[in-house]
C-alpha cells in the first residue's frame, strides 16, 4: 500500500513553454501533498504543501506564479511550471500523505525536467 | 536556521557488515523523525520512523536510535547488502503545530563493496 505515481517521468521541453507533472496517490486518500526539487547530489528542498480543495502553501523563496500547483481531488496533485527556463531543470518530487499514517510521507518515483 | 544535519557525506561498508549512519538535528523541539532510503534517480522510500516518547525502535534489518539528550539518531542496517547502496536521509517534524512538512538532511551515501 501507501503508493504514489508521477507523470511523467522525464520530460524535456523549450525554454519558454509550461510543463505540467501529476502526482496521484494510488491506494489511498491524500488529505496532504508535497512538491519537492531536488538537484544533483543534494538534499531535498520543499516548495509547496497542498491540502485537497484549498491553496498550496509555498515556501519562501518559491514563486507561486511560476509554479502552479493544484489539488483539486484527494488523489491527484499538479505541479505546472509556467514558462520554463534552464534554471528550472530539475528533478521534481511529490509526496502525499493520509490520515492513517499523517506524519509519514510515501513519495512518487520523480520527474526530470531538462529545459532546452 | 534550525535544520537537521548529518555527520557523515559518504560511508563505504564491506558486504555483510553492520552500517551506522547518523543524524543530528538542532530543532529540540522536534518529536518525531523519518529514514529514508533513496536510490539514484528515483523518489525517496520510508524506511522507519521513530517518535520522541522512544529511543529505539527496530524493523526489519534496521534499528533506530534516538538519543534526546544530544539530539541525535542513528540507523543501523544490519547485515548490509548491496541493495542497501543509496542515499539516506533523516527527516524530522514537529508533530501538533499543523505544520506537516518535513525537514530534510543532507544525506549520507552508503556504498556497499562486495
Known amino acids: 500500500g501507501a503508493v504514489v505515481s508521477q507523470h511523467p517521468s522525464w520530460v524535456i521541453c523549450k525554454s519558454g513553454t509550461s510543463v505540467k507533472i501529476e502526482c496521484r496517490s494510488l491506494?489511498?486518500?491524500?488529505?496532504?501533498m508535497f512538491w519537492y526539487r531536488q538537484f544533483p547530489k543534494q538534499s531535498l528542498m520543499l516548495m509547496a504543501t497542498?491540502?485537497?480543495?484549498?491553496?498550496?502553501?509555498?515556501e519562501q523563496g518559491v514563486e507561486k506564479d511560476k509554479f502552479l500547483i493544484n489539488h483539486a481531488s484527494l488523489t491527484l496533485s499538479t505541479l505546472t511550471v509556467t514558462s520554463a527556463h534552464p534554471e528550472d531543470s530539475s528533478f521534481y518530487i511529490c509526496?502525499?500523505?493520509?490520515?492513517?499514517?499523517?506524519?509519514?510521507?510515501?513519495f512518487g518515483p520523480g520527474t526530470r525536467l531538462t529545459v532546452l | 536556521g534550525e535544520s537537521v544535519g548529518l555527520h557523515l557525506p559518504t560511508l563505504s561498508v564491506q558486504e555483510g557488515d553492520n552500517s551506522i549512519i547518523n543524524c543530528a538535528y538542532s530543532n529540540s523541539a522536534s518529536d518525531y523523525f523519518i529514514w529514508y532510503k533513496q536510490e539514484s534517480g528515483k523518489g525517496p522510500q520510508f524506511i522507519i520512523d521513530i517518535r520522541s516518547n522512544m529511543d529505539k525502535r527496530q524493523g526489519q534489518r534496521v534499528t533506530v536510535l534516538l538519543n534526546k539528550t544530544v539530539k541525535h539518531l542513528s540507523l543501523q542496517i544490519a547485515a548490509t547488502q548491496p541493495g542497501d547502496s543509496a542515499v539516506y536521509f533523516c527527516a524530522e517534524n514537529i508533530r501538533g503545530t499543523g505544520r506537516r512538512a518535513l525537514t530534510f538532511g543532507s544525506g549520507t551515501r552508503l556504498q556497499v563493496q562486495p
Open positions: 509526496s502525499a500523505s493520509g490520515t492513517a499514517q499523517e506524519n509519514i510521507q510515501f
Open positions: 497542498s491540502n485537497e480543495g484549498s491553496k498550496a502553501t509555498y
Open positions: 491506494d489511498f486518500q491524500a488529505t496532504t
